[in-house]
């Protein structure tokens, strides 16, 4: 299969300098490009003069995660896509494991690595971890990871496995899919367009997998960090996204009823820590959730399965009433 590693950027030079180097030595069974998103440091110039192997495409403006790829994909011909961050560092071999698994299930979609941290190369990395999953309210949370709770890598997740969503850190994907399911939707700007993504695969009758034997390290944070309050925004609103364009049923609109009642009990929390910033940005994202709500509802109608793919019914009450803070202490069935 022709693969494409594509990584999108925007102002991100020194990401370039640090860890560009590392994805052309360790894929060589890959086209590398490096997406450019209307970037005003001297990314472009940067790479065409040191890494002359390496494709630029040229984005017209900063449409974000989703629109970005979008754009960027769309004329390339490769069989598999490889959505992969700026500020990741592969490991030899990284890519084999993930491609090997797409050629021999045919019904996989979709497929991840195991998701380390940078800084703390025994612990998962935040986004993604080993395989990502949502509760009934849309909540995302990981093998290795829930809510701010990290685990050690000790292998006990090291056996590959269906989830819901692969990072957006290092997504890949078949290019066929990728196109009938309609790609990322540019709504979302950036945060959580990949869980809408995968669950939409799930929806169509897809499997995404979690590939241990492939092992990154992702910094996180190195477009927005987790106490910007677009993050915030983006993230709170996004979510509301997702549970009303995936999630089956009529109770749809009961769930979101309590996410809303949550997300505010959140805002409250933001408050009184003295994060006001924060707190706005909840209330942004309600009133950015209510304008956008009937669009995402059209979109529902198109795309919607009648499969329940959430095995949790809340993440929250299981992590902060039960105090369950790791994956291996919740009773989650494979899909």
Request: glycine share 6%; with cysteine; charged share 25%.
């Amino acid at each position: 299969m022709k693969t494409a590693v594509v990584i999108l950027n925007w102002n991100g030079v020194e990401l370039l300098k640090k860890f560009l180097s590392s994805v052309i030595k360790f894929s060589p069974e890959a086209n590398i490009y490096v997406a450019d998103n209307a970037s005003t440091d001297n990314s472009v110039k940067y790479i065409k003069e040191n890494f002359q192997e390496v494709k630029v495409i040229q984005n017209k403006e900063n449409g974000g995660f989703a629109k970005g790829y979008n754009e960027a994909l769309a004329d390339l011909r490769e069989d598999v896509f490889v959505l992969l961050n700026s500020d990741v560092e592969v490991t030899q071999n990284w890519l084999q494991p993930l491609l090997k698994h797409l050629k021999l299930n045919p019904k996989t979609a979709a497929v991840q690595p195991k998701i380390l941290n940078y800084k703390r190369k025994d612990y998962f990395e935040y986004a993604g971890a080993a395989g990502g999953y949502i509760d009934k309210l849309a909540f995302p949370y990981c093998r290795g990871r829930i809510f701010d709770t990290l685990e050690k890598d000790e292998g006990q997740y090291n056996d590959i496995c269906s989830v819901l969503w692969a990072s957006g850190a290092c997504l890949v994907i078949r290019k066929k899919v990728y196109e009938e399911v309609g790609g990322l939707d540019e709504d979302y700007f950036a945060h959580q367009e990949e869980i809408d993504l995968c669950w939409r695969i799930n929806n169509a009758g897809y499997r995404v997998k979690f590939i241990p034997n492939s092992k990154i390290y992702h910094v996180g944070g190195a477009t927005l960090n987790a106490m910007n309050p677009q993050k915030t925004y983006l993230n709170f609103r996004n979510s509301l996204f997702n549970l009303l364009k995936n999630s089956p049923g009529f109770q749809v609109y009961l769930l979101i009823f309590f996410r809303l009642v949550l997300d505010g009990i959140a805002g409250i929390k933001f408050f009184l820590e003295g994060k006001f910033k924060h707190t706005w940005a909840i209330v942004r994202a309600h009133f950015g959730f209510y304008k956008r709500a009937p669009k995402m509802y059209k979109k529902r109608k198109k795309q919607l399965s009648k499969k329940q793919h959430v095995q949790i019914k809340s993440i929250v009450w299981k992590y902060y009433i039960e105090k369950k803070k790791k994956f291996s202490d919740l009773k989650q069935k494979e899909f």
